[in-house]
């Protein structure tokens, strides 16, 4: 007649409820992770007075001096320690420098000026040396895309 029913539905119900929150649970974490890594934009750019250099490509970058003398003759100047451009100076009344970055196939002109004593052009190595060091810096952080140079 009546037949008892031992069997209950809140085991299987718990069985569905747990699975389910198993895997919602599993797709928060996977979410988690893959919001989680990052991916940085490797493009890099100077701004100096108004232009912009695209640096995204650039294999070398290097720093060149070079300096004009009055009699027309053009000398390298990366390596010249004070006496050597205080013996251009005091053969020439001036001398033209030029402090350029080179990016490949790229100029920055960052400095050019003439320069009549040492400490006109000690400052203006000063200045182009902490622009290089800049450029460094900015080559080597992942996250930093763009330096304006002063």
């Known amino acids: 007649m009546f037949k008892a029913s031992t069997s209950s539905i809140t085991p299987h ?25 990052r991916s940085y934009n490797n493009d ?27 009699d027309g003759k053009e000398v390298k100047l990366n390596d010249a320690n004070r006496k050597q451009i205080e013996a251009y100076l005091d053969q020439n009344s001036s001398m033209f420098v030029k402090m350029a970055f080179e990016f490949d196939d790229q ?3 960052y400095r050019a000026d003439t320069v009549e004593k040492w400490s006109e052009y000690s400052k203006m190595k000063k200045s182009f040396e902490s622009a290089g060091k800049q450029i460094g810096k900015l080559m080597a952080d992942k996250k930093k895309i763009q330096l304006k140079l002063k």
């Open 13 to 37: 119900r718990f069985g569905r409820i747990l699975v389910l929150a198993m895997s919602v649970l599993s797709m928060l974490l996977l979410a988690g992770c893959i919001s989680s890594s």
């Open 44 to 70: 890099k750019n100077v701004v100096y007075k108004g232009t912009m250099y695209n640096l995204a490509n650039v294999q070398q970058t290097r720093g060149v001096i070079t300096g004009k003398l009055d």
């Open 107 to 109: 100029e920055l002109v």
